[in-house]
């Protein structure tokens, strides 16, 4: 399970659930209340130049202020500095007081009602308003001698029961509807600052009523509470499920609208106490979204934090499941029929079109799916991607779905270990019956976290092997033995090693992607990798395998992205009991960009073998650098370029805030293809019946930009493409299977007869020596 961030919600905010209501740390104010505190004024990033404190007169009377003050300690300081007010609130209006302004320019505010110099914490502190203008003393205990008391952030050594949670520079803490229970932590949530003065209009009404709410009303058919931030109270709901740092519950009397989720969770910090499935309770507390590791890309989670817990009833009827799935409820294909941008601004929510929408409006229920299928498998998080009932498309030849620009799958859910542990499971495998779980979202997914363990059927086919090359041909292969290194246990390499001799059949040329340097991860300069490779190649040879030469460069250190340290890159592996040898021209280094020239009538040949292509491009800043080689099979010359393109980090997700995602990591890959098929074109201008294979992790799909820049002039044929749609995968990830691993060869030696396969025996499968498959080409004597 991943941990779980907890910089979004008030960081000491832990009221655990009780029976009963939270002792304040003083009577209620009856009318002026402290209702927004800044305190990054002309900092980096703020909107305003000057520190504020906002007051609001929540009464039903005007009060005079004259005489008053509003005072500011440090988090864990007892020296209060004193700001003067004068005036008179009326019932429902706001008063601006003015602190000290920051160095860099931004936003003035509007016209304060009084004036300060005060210099405040953007992010800990604590705030008092007191009905004279006698500095106070106090660390602690302060609230007995204050009008209203406000501590903010995790270190402020006095509060209201908690601390609100810590602004910044760019937010505030903003008070919010509802009745001030005298917890900090209830009634503040960081948010833009907002700042108002006498002359801004609430609207009618002297303040706050009673906010007794259900949940549907709480979730709104939108991804954001119309209550955000909202102390709510009396929230009526059965405990469905209780996880580590809160619960579940779900309205029993649901409203008719499916757009509106009847679940949400409460959450509670550590583990509930004196909570049990099937209690009947009665929730107050603030409404939180919560946004999973603070990513801006991921969507939110609507919340009660802070709660105060009332259990009104033991072994209560827990609501039934809401079936998902054939027979229930079903995913809309697009994720977004529309192209909103944010979604959580967006006008539009609609159930029906949007598969966002149609999740979000199930956030918190307890669903159910049944005669589940595997479309990927167990992850190290503890997720399983699976298609309910078995159903999904476009399917694969082994029990998969395959993900295409067109169609994300929404049909798929993803159980999660959230609650109850989730076994491991390969692609097709079944799992059988009913599974029960409530619906959560994190790192770019909503996730159904399974109430009890399910069990699984193993269905999932055998590993695949490939057939022998044959006299006469040639068997190239590319494989992503990520990150190897010494470090790695030697399990790993018989893994990998066996993979080569059985599953690939000893081709006669790996391109091997995301080899790590003699000591692994660890940052300490060493860019070699003989170590590496010499393990994996005396590990074949224990595999029954023939004994392989390597050839590569090594990178400039921390250079070539990857894991900090790894310094990975590609490399050659190849055998020469079988006609096939490389050609060894010295001047190839890290920084050196190999050349090709014309060594006879429609004969290329390269400047330096092995030789890094153009290495100091801005395209391949932090990524792996494409490593030319030229072999001679048979007499015949041969050039092979092993590729290893950006990586899709930086990537919006799938099911993120942001629709359609974009794809920011391709703009990189592109760079990067054009400048590999630029280099392939000097090839051809020399020779264009050249035989040229070109390799690799390219970290995109077929019929891909990427790829299509490779491939848009047909001298290249990408293999991938010419497998059934079924088999067209060489990666598994979220349950979803997709091609990122690519074999091009040229036209000319393609019309000798070539022969392609993707060997499925990595990525489908829980246990796995790598997360790609690896595949092969065969091809028949080569031009001269």
Known sequence: MRTRTLAAVAAAATVAASLTAATPAAAASPDIVISQVYGGGGNSGAPFQNDFIELQNRGSAPVDVTGWSVQYASAAGSSWQVTALTGTIAPGRFYLVQEAAGTNPSTALPAPDATGGINMSATAGKVALVTSTTALTCSTGCAAGTRDLVGYGSTASDSETAPAPAPSNANAILRGDGADTDNNAVNFATGAPNPRNSGNDPGPGPGPEPNDRRIHEIQGAAHVSPLVNSVVTNVPGVVTAVAPRGFYMQDPEPDADPATSEGILVFTSSAPSGIARGDRVSVTGRVSEFRAGGDANNLTVTELVSPTVTVVEHGAAVPAPTLVGPGGRVAPVPVRADAPGDVEASPTFDVTANALDFYESLEGMLLRVVDSVASGPTNDFGELSVLPGGVGSPRTVRGGVRYTYGDANAERVILDDGIAPVPDADTGDLVPGPVDGVLDYSFGNYKLNVLTTPSIVDRGPVRETTRPQRAGELAIATYNVENLDPSDPPEKFDRLA??????????DLLALEEVQDNTGATNNGVVA???????????????????????????????????????????????????????????????TAVGVTRSGFLRAALTASPGRIDPTNPAFTNSRKPLA????????????????????????????????????????????????????????????????????????????ETADILANDLFLLDLPRFQPPAERYTYVFDGNSQVLDHILISVPLALLGWDHDIVHTNAEYADQASDHDPQIVRVRPLIP
């Open 498 to 507: 066996a993979g080569i001799v059985t599953s690939l059949a000893s081709p």
């Open 529 to 591: 990798a003989d170590q590496t490779y010499a393990l994996l190649i005396a590990a074949i040879v224990r595999a029954g395998g023939p004994t392989y030469q390597f050839r590569q460069i090594d990178p400039t250190d921390g250079a070539d992205g990857g894991e900090p340290g790894g310094n990975i890159r590609v490399g050659f592996l190849f055998r020469t009991d079988r006609g096939l040898s490389f050609v060894d021209r010295p001047g190839g280094d890290a920084t």
């Open 629 to 704: 080689g030229e072999f001679r099979y048979q007499g015949k010359t041969l050039f092979v370029v092993a590729n290893h393109f950006n990586s899709k980090g930086g990537d919006q997700p799938l099911f993120g805030r942001f629709q359609p995602p974009t794809r920011s990591s391709e703009v990189q890959r592109h760079a990067q293809a054009v400048v590999v098929k630029n280099f392939v074109d000097q090839i051809r201008a020399i020779n264009p019946l050249a035989n040229v294979v070109l390799l690799g992790d390219l970290n995109d799909f077929e019929f891909s």
